[in-house]
T-cell receptor
Framework: AQSVTQPDIHITVSEGASLELRCNYSYGATPYLFWYVQSPGQGLQLLLKYFSGDTLVQGIKGFEAEFKRSQSSFNLRKPSVHWSDAAEYFCAVGAEAAGNKLTFGGGTRVLVKP | DAGITQSPRHKVTETGTPVTLRCHQTENHRYMYWYRQDPGHGLRLIHYSYGVKDTDKGEVSDGYSVSRSKTEDFLLTLESATSSQTSVYFC???????????????FGPGTRLTVL
């Protein structure tokens, strides 16, 4: 069975500073990996996804993520955080089996200090 | 944005009453999903559908049933609501293009359900 761990429940970062959110997954085959962001009271918005190919993936809002198979990780980064980046971030892994079932991590809540 | 609506957006009900949540899409996507979101657990899959009248269980399906009689609608029913089913419920859709079932999922705005 697949699983996803986001070790950091909360992260506080100053506006303009860099941000890195950790995601570790467990899956027996080639994973399909996603990062979603959820603003308060909103649904989930896709930031980026990895299916295959280049292991450095660019997403929306200036985010990028790097797939490292040897470390079973898919960490999300942003070089300079804006106040509007305050939200909860979810990493997810997709299943190869029919149904495209996603398994989500517990989420990391990001607070941005002025 | 993907054309997904959920209704109602908020509901308060009492223990033991039946509740039905509706997910409606305008994208004609094949796959539809119901998740629940609880603090510290991220989102967990309840049920999903891979076509009209084709559904299957997810990770936390006990106490829930689903139906899909039309491509555009996916209903989630709590036959007898319990306080443990207080949660935020999200619907998602995906096209499942290219013969692969692993496609991007797009989420609706959510329904906040409180069971007293």
């Amino acid at each position: 069975a697949q699983s996803v761990t986001q070790p950091d429940i909360h992260i506080t970062v100053s506006e303009g500073a860099s941000l890195e959110l950790r995601c570790n997954y467990s899956y027996g085959a080639t994973p399909y990996l996603f990062w979603y962001v959820q603003s308060p009271g909103q649904g989930l918005q896709l930031l980026l996804k990895y299916f295959s190919g280049d292991t450095l993936v660019q997403g929306i809002k200036g985010f990028e993520a790097e797939f490292k198979r040897s470390q079973s990780s898919f960490n999300l980064r942003k070089p300079s955080v804006h106040w509007s980046d305050a939200a909860e971030y979810f990493c997810a892994v997709g299943a190869e089996a029919a149904g495209n079932k996603l398994t989500f991590g517990g989420g990391t809540r990001v607070l941005v200090k002025p | 944005d993907a054309g997904i609506t959920q209704s109602p957006r908020h509901k308060v009900t009492e223990t033991g009453t039946p509740v039905t949540l509706r997910c409606h899409q305008t994208e004609n996507h094949r796959y539809m999903y119901w998740y629940r979101q609880d603090p510290g657990h991220g989102l967990r899959l309840i049920h999903y559908s891979y076509g009209v009248k084709d559904t299957d269980k997810g990770e936390v399906s006990d106490g829930y049933s689903v139906s899909r009689s039309k491509t555009e609608d996916f209903l989630l029913t709590l036959e007898s609501a319990t306080s443990s089913q207080t949660s935020v419920y999200f619907c998602a859709i995906s096209a499942g293009r290219g013969g692969t079932s692993t496609d991007t999922q797009y989420f609706g705005p959510g329904t906040r359900l409180t069971v007293l």
